[in-house]
Nanobody, 124 residues
């Protein structure tokens, strides 16, 4: 599975962005998908995940009620709608595919499917 993120950019605090992750390969719909982010000088952290059917989602407390993860298996796409952005959301955002939602949340990854990352910068 190859993953390519897009949609990052510069936005003012309180603004919105929608990240997209395009997947390739026949196994996309069999995998859970997640978004993680890494700010300068910080460790990578979990943001959101969605199961392979798109029926179950999980969010980090820091983004709950502001971010929404979704997927379209027919298009092999996963999205992250980010609203009410804050300066602390500034980071490189990565798309990741793995066997289950819980695996992505735990950080104990089984698979090495990552996108190249897309930069999100939120100005105050």
């Amino acid at each position: 599975v190859q993953l390519v993120e897009s949609g990052g950019g510069l936005v003012q605090a309180g603004g919105s962005l929608r990240l997209s992750c395009a997947g390739s390969g026949p196994t996309f719909s069999t995998l859970a998908m997640g978004w993680l982010r890494q700010a300068p000088g910080k460790e990578r952290e979990f943001v959101a995940a969605i199961n392979r059917f798109g029926l179950s989602t999980y969010y980090a407390d820091s983004v709950k009620d502001r971010f929404t993860i979704s997927r379209d298996n027919a298009k092999s796409m996963v999205y992250l709608q980010m609203n009410n952005l804050k300066p602390e959301d500034t980071a490189v955002y990565y798309c990741h595919a793995d066997t289950t939602l819980s695996i992505i949340v735990s950080g104990q990854y089984n698979l090495d499917y990552w996108g190249q990352g897309t930069q999100v910068t939120v100005s105050s």
